[in-house]
């Protein structure tokens, strides 16, 4: 876990789920502020061979990180994503697309389909 400069109590938050954490739960500071900061430093200091990331605004199925390793396995490919949609609170704005366009990539929406997509050869789907 990055604590990406915070003022509150993250660090003691940490340690108190850190004896009943399913995993493994390190903690690194960040001094540096921003998310590119934060994720930089993550990705530095990580043992595994495989790096998984996420905001914490987002919520995902349950098996993400799983069917994030048989993608990777099964398209035997360096990165994998997946679709990035809005659970909305309210109506959504008319003025925004329900499948891609330009206001996609702002908010950071993304939605491919079901298909593998290998966007080195396509780069045209990224907005």
Same mark, same amino acid.
């Given at each position: 876990?990055?604590? +990406? +400069?915070?003022?509150?109590?993250?660090?003691?938050?940490?340690?108190?789920?850190?004896? +009943?954490?399913?995993?493994?739960?390190?903690? %690194?500071?960040?001094?540096? /502020?921003?998310?590119?900061? @934060? %994720?930089? /430093?993550?990705?530095?200091? /990580?043992? *595994?061979?495989?790096?998984?990331?996420?905001?914490?605004?987002?919520?995902?199925?349950?098996?993400?990180?799983?069917?994030? !390793? !048989?993608?990777?396995?099964?398209?035997?490919?360096?990165?994998?994503? *997946?679709?990035? %949609?809005?659970?909305? !609170?309210?109506?959504?704005?008319?003025? %925004?697309?329900?499948? *891609?366009?330009?206001?996609? @990539?702002?908010? /950071?929406?993304?939605?491919?389909?079901?298909?593998?997509?290998?966007?080195? +050869?396509?780069?045209?789907?990224?907005?």
């Amino acid at each position: 876990m990055v604590d +990406n +400069n915070s003022t509150d109590t993250t660090a003691q938050v940490v340690a108190d789920a850190r004896p +009943n954490f399913p995993v493994e739960l390190r903690y %690194l500071f960040e001094p540096q /502020a921003g998310r590119s900061a @934060a %994720l930089n /430093a993550g990705i530095k200091a /990580a043992q *595994g061979s495989i790096v998984a990331t996420t905001d914490d605004d987002v919520r995902f199925e349950a098996d993400w990180l799983q069917q994030a !390793a !048989a993608a990777l396995e099964r398209e035997r490919c360096d990165f994998v994503g *997946g679709k990035v %949609l809005p659970i909305w !609170a309210i109506p959504k704005p008319p003025w %925004l697309s329900d499948k *891609g366009g330009p206001h996609w @990539a702002v908010i /950071a929406l993304q939605d491919f389909g079901s298909d593998p997509l290998e966007l080195a +050869n396509d780069m045209h789907h990224w907005g």
